[in-house]
C-alpha cells in the first residue's frame, strides 16, 4: 500500500516556475513507477509525466514537454514536478500517481488507469 501526498501547488503568473513535490509512504518507493497527471474542470485526466523507478528515464506529455521536468529521489520518497514557462492552460488539480513495477512492466504509463494508487492532489492556477 502507497499512500500520496503532493504539495507545492499555489496561484502564480503566466511565464512563472513552479515546483510540485509528492511524498509517498512505504519502504519500497523506487520499485514503483511514477506519474503526474492534471485535471481542469470539465475535462478528462490528463497525462502530464512519468518516470522510471530508479529515475533514470521519463517520459512526457505532448503539451508540456520541455516546459516541464519530472524527477525523483529515491532516498526522501518523492517526485517532483518542475514546471517553467507557466500557461494560463495549465491550470488544474495536478494529481500523482503510483503503479508498483515489481511484477514487471514499462514506466511508460500514460493512462490513468494504468495506476494503483492516487494522491488527493494540488491546485495551480495560472493567472495571465
Known amino acids: 500500500q502507497v499512500q500520496l501526498v503532493e504539495s507545492g501547488g499555489g496561484l502564480v503568473q503566466a511565464g512563472d516556475s513552479l515546483r510540485l513535490s509528492c511524498a509517498a509512504s512505504?519502504?519500497?518507493?523506487?520499485?514503483?513507477?511514477m506519474g503526474w497527471f492534471r485535471q481542469a474542470p470539465g475535462k478528462e485526466r490528463e497525462f502530464v509525466a512519468a518516470?522510471?523507478?530508479?529515475?533514470?528515464?521519463?517520459y512526457y506529455g505532448d503539451s508540456v514537454k520541455g516546459r516541464f521536468t519530472i524527477s525523483r529521489d529515491n532516498a526522501k520518497n518523492t517526485v517532483y514536478l518542475q514546471k517553467n514557462d507557466l500557461k494560463p492552460e495549465d491550470t488544474a488539480v495536478y494529481l500523482c500517481?503510483?503503479?508498483?513495477?515489481?511484477?514487471?512492466?514499462?514506466?511508460?504509463?500514460?493512462?490513468?488507469?494504468?495506476?494503483?494508487?492516487w494522491g488527493q492532489g494540488t491546485q495551480v492556477t495560472v493567472s495571465s
Open positions: 500517481a503510483a503503479r508498483s513495477l515489481q511484477g514487471g512492466g514499462s514506466y511508460r504509463l500514460r493512462a490513468a488507469n494504468e495506476y494503483n494508487y
Open positions: 512505504g519502504r519500497t518507493f523506487s520499485s514503483y513507477a
Open positions: 518516470i522510471s523507478g530508479g529515475g533514470g528515464s521519463t
